[in-house]
């Protein structure tokens, strides 16, 4: 296999990973910055206070991106299985 075919499936891969992470990364980082300056207004010092919240978030986000992120997945699958034979280099 060619190099410039390992650096186009890898830079794809990671493209697709970052795709995919970043709807559930960004609302669990707004709702523990949100809990976060709630509980600095009120001085509420408590540490499980943000799980149960990231959790439910996680999960909408999930239900409603979970068709794009399944879509981004399932393309880059296709691309990756219908390009076999072009990266499969007999010598």
Do not use: R
Request: aromatic letters at 10%; hydrophobic letters at 60%.
């Amino acid at each position: 296999m060619y190099d410039n075919a390992v650096i186009s499936i890898a830079k794809d891969a990671i493209w697709a990973a970052i795709l995919v992470s970043a709807p559930i990364l960004g609302g669990s980082l707004l709702i523990g910055l949100l809990i976060s300056v709630l509980q600095a207004t009120t001085q509420i010092q408590e540490q499980t206070l943000t799980f149960i919240p990231k959790i439910i978030v996680v999960f909408l986000v999930l239900v409603f991106f979970g068709p794009w992120m399944l879509n981004i997945l399932v393309g880059f699958t296709n691309n990756l299985l219908i390009n076999i034979p072009n990266l499969i280099s007999f010598q």
